[in-house]
């Protein structure tokens, strides 16, 4: 029995206009091979995009946490991460 092929992204056709710039940095994701094709580096520079505004939006919601923490929670935290830090030395990433 044949393996079944791998299921392809559904995909839709965009027509639109785009600043030159933009032009020449989607043929600069082609042409150095980060994308297949100008479809797949528009894909390719949404998911840069997308991945920097969650880091924007983890910062933000990790400082607003932080913020509402007593002081004894705070303390907490502070022996909670001492004591990972402490045992990621112990980490032999080599083996």
Do not use: C, H
């Not at 880091?55 to 002081?71: G, I, M, N």
């Not at 929670?73 to 980490?91: F, Y």
């Amino acid at each position: 029995m044949p393996s079944p092929q791998p299921r392809r992204k559904a995909r839709k056709r965009l027509s639109t206009t785009v600043s030159l710039d933009t032009l020449a940095y989607l043929d600069d994701l082609v042409r150095t091979s980060k994308a297949q094709n100008i479809g797949k580096a528009l894909d390719f520079a949404i998911a840069r995009l997308l991945r920097a505004e969650g880091r924007v939006r983890l910062e933000r919601e990790t400082a607003a946490y932080f913020q509402k923490l007593s002081p004894e929670q705070i303390r907490e935290e502070n022996l909670l991460g001492d004591a990972l830090a402490k045992l990621a030395e112990e980490i032999n990433f080599d083996d």
